[in-house]
DNA sequence: CAAGAATCCTGTCAGC
DNA sequence: TGCTGACAGGATTCTT
């Protein structure tokens, strides 16, 4: 679902369209998200022109004139839905609803309701009490295969839950941890605290390598998740284990680098659940 | 304190 | 065909 790349994808998708614009009108058509949106939402973006975008791990923030800036996060089910003028099908599970003065209607829609809405001033991002606890952005100056390593150290948990750890590294989701296990060769059920030296400088690196080509391919997606753009399913997600058990490594990579390289020997990709999420990896290349 | 389980929610899909 | 149950997963809260 929506990870870093696809936060970063949507966010730029909607950058397109209402940087610069102003909000002619703002509804709030349901509060009751994950966490309560608050009630002067709608009001504080009716009427105020659109700055710009900026993301931090799965979040990102909508600034606006007058200092206010708006944090989404789009939890598991959470998309965006744009309308021209004209098209006037609304999307079930529409929350908030954004008209722009050139008449452009950008819809929040998110089924579950695992995502979030909130104000805070301009100046105060990163203060905010969902942002302030996270770790390092992964594609930022911050993160380092030594700040990786110190992050794991000691850990008893497997890496596989440790990169789940927002506090650990910020914006990994399921998706991307098997993949970046998978790229860097350590297994999913490797403790996280014998992750260090080496292996943490080749686990850093295929988290950014993974992060990027997804960026690059502009996000990957799963079922009901939409482009700001509108369009849906429009490009085909290229991960190399997720979602693929039983399916040969070498078949899998196919055109993709070398992978397992073990031909008809190969394993096959393997599925299991840690901390009741699936891992996918092959068992012959991931130690 | 840390690690793992339970929890929120609803659309989708497999199986009968 | 229609129903039921399992499943998906982000991040917080609760339990061990």
Request: net charge positive; charged share 20%.
């Amino acid at each position: 679902m929506p990870e870093l790349p696809e936060v970063e994808t949507v966010m730029r998708g909607l950058d397109a369209c209402l940087t610069g614009k102003r909000i002619r009108r703002a509804e709030l058509a349901r509060a009751d998200l994950r966490f309560p949106a608050p009630p002067g939402l709608a009001a504080a973006l009716q009427g105020r022109q659109v700055l710009g975008f900026r993301r931090r791990a799965k979040y990102f923030f909508m600034r606006l004139e007058g200092g206010t800036s708006l944090l989404v996060h789009l939890g598991m089910s959470g998309r965006f839905a744009i309308a021209r003028p004209g098209q006037n099908d609304i999307p079930a599970h529409a929350h908030l609803n954004l008209v722009s003065e050139d008449g452009v209607t950008v819809r929040f829609v998110d089924p579950r309701r695992f995502g979030c809405l909130d104000l805070m001033p301009t100046g105060a991002e990163d203060a905010h009490r969902l942002i302030a606890g996270l770790g390092p952005e992964p594609l930022g100056p911050d993160f380092t295969a030594a700040g990786l390593a110190a992050a794991l150290e000691g850990k008893q948990t497997p890496i596989k839950s440790a990169l789940l750890d927002q506090r650990v590294v910020a914006g990994l989701g399921n998706i991307y941890v098997s993949e970046a296990l998978f790229a860097a060769a350590i297994s999913p059920r490797r403790l996280a605290g014998s992750v260090r030296g080496q292996r943490a400088a080749r686990l850093a690196a295929a988290i950014q390598d993974v992060l990027r080509a997804a960026i690059a391919a502009g996000g990957s997606s799963l079922r009901d998740y939409v482009q700001p753009d509108g369009e849906l399913g429009y490009f085909q997600h290229a991960w190399r284990v997720y979602g693929r058990e039983g399916e040969p490594c070498g078949a899998a990579l196919a055109g993709q680098g070398p992978g397992c390289g073990a031909g008809a020997a190969c394993p096959g990709i393997r599925r299991m659940v840690q901390a009741g999420r699936s891992s996918f990896f092959c068992p012959r290349v991931q130690r």
